[in-house]
């Protein structure tokens, strides 16, 4: 059990918890089992209360997980320079970033590019009041000027626009649903009361769920085996298309950890991908103090490239964190601020062989992206061309 390994909430957390679990509990009294997609939904981004939509920590040392904007400054210098050169063909551009954490990522791009080449404008579409107030402290401390460019929304563009979108992280945390094949027969995995808190349910899965399910065996050629787990992000193809759909000219650029397809589902992997994380401490119980904690699964990156096509995006390049970086020229941004390290470079050096080392997030974490209107391929995808697995 999580509890007996995981440090333990203060009082005040505690009940925080609890009343989001209340909330929970109601509806589950009220309507049955609920399908563990709503239960995700619900912990992190029920207002005021989810993990998402609450004043806690979670970014950092002082939370529950490390994004690459958060270990420094190198992430953003080769993010800029990849926006630069979409900037360089489209003329006057925009930047849309998805989820934009603690604003890191967007201070840094912002103070790191050349004002007269860099975009008219800067959008976060942040669903987290709690992170916008976090956003709009960090850029105006980082960069001088930069709140006078950036916009927070609460949906979608509404208008058509060109540029670079950002997503770093996001898809994990989108609702995914969960299912069990069990006798040959598909079952969504839903959530019921235990006690003072949740556990596992199943019901036979709706038919939109067996339907994917059923895809994805055609797909793969072959059967899931007795009590196979794992998930699905039904909703990724409207979601995709509701922040691209304005996108007139541009490149769409996702990271997060993941697979294609042929690996996600392999037979071996046979409780799915979900993660949870508490206090740097990754595990596997979405029912831990519910709202204190990130909750995510991890991402079928061929799902992503055919919403994509669904969508009338190309996929422009699919490659890991590490190539992407080094195509955008990691090299040289390294050398230009190792110059003028006060301690030679090592504290860069650190940083570097988090981003690109196999074990750590070189690999694990993979970069696609899907342009529309683009004549030539982003550097971030010229060294290293995987989209032959998916």
């Not at 709503?38 to 529950?64: C, F, I, N, T, V």
């Not at 992430?75 to 930047?95: N, V």
């Not at 890991?320 to 990691?330: D, E, I, P, S, V």
């Amino acid at each position: 059990m999580a509890s007996d390994i995981l440090p333990e909430p203060p009082p005040e957390l505690k009940r925080h918890s609890a009343h989001l679990a209340s909330r929970i509990r109601a509806v589950i009294r009220d309507q049955g089992p609920m399908p563990f997609s709503r239960y995700m939904d619900m912990a992190l981004y029920e207002p005021g209360l989810g993990y998402y939509s609450a004043g806690l920590h979670k970014l950092g040392k002082e939370g529950d997980f490390t994004t690459a904007p958060e270990l420094g400054g190198l992430f953003a210098a080769c993010m800029a320079r990849q926006c630069a050169e979409i900037g360089e063909e489209l003329g006057t551009f925009e930047i849309l970033e998805v989820g934009a954490g603690t604003g890191r990522l967007a201070a840094a791009i912002l103070g790191g590019m050349n004002p007269e080449g860099g975009p008219a404008r800067y959008r976060i579409l942040e669903r987290s009041a709690d992170l916008r107030a976090v956003q709009r402290e960090t850029i105006a401390e980082r960069v001088a000027d930069g709140l006078e460019r950036v916009e927070w929304l609460d949906q979608p563009p509404d208008r058509d626009w060109q540029g670079v979108l950002i997503a770093n992280e996001v898809i994990d945390a989108l609702a995914a649903e969960r299912f069990e094949v069990h006798g040959g027969a598909v079952r969504q995995l839903c959530v019921r009361e235990s006690g003072e808190g949740f556990n596992w349910a199943t019901r036979p899965a709706p038919t939109v769920l067996e339907t994917a399910v059923r895809n994805l065996e055609s797909d793969l050629d072959k059967a899931f085996k007795h009590e196979y787990r794992s998930e699905l992000h039904l909703q990724l193809a409207p979601w995709l298309s509701a922040i691209t759909v304005r996108m007139t000219r541009g490149l769409a650029l996702f990271v997060d950890y993941g697979y294609p397809r042929s690996e996600y589902y392999l037979h071996e992997r046979s409780d799915g991908t979900l993660m949870c994380h508490y206090r740097h401490r990754a595990h596997a119980d979405p029912f831990f103090w519910p709202g204190l904690q990130d909750i995510t699964a991890w991402v079928d990156f061929t799902a992503l490239a055919e919403a994509a096509d669904a969508c009338g995006l190309e996929v422009e390049g699919y490659t890991t964190q590490a190539m992407f970086l080094t195509g955008c020229g990691l090299e040289a941004v390294l050398q230009e601020r190792a110059a003028t390290a006060d301690d030679g470079g090592l504290a860069l050096g650190a940083e570097a062989r988090q981003l690109l080392m196999p074990g750590m997030m070189g690999e694990r974490f993979q970069v696609m992206g899907l342009g529309r209107g683009l004549e030539r391929m982003p550097s971030g995808f010229s060294l290293v061309d995987l989209r032959f697995r998916l």
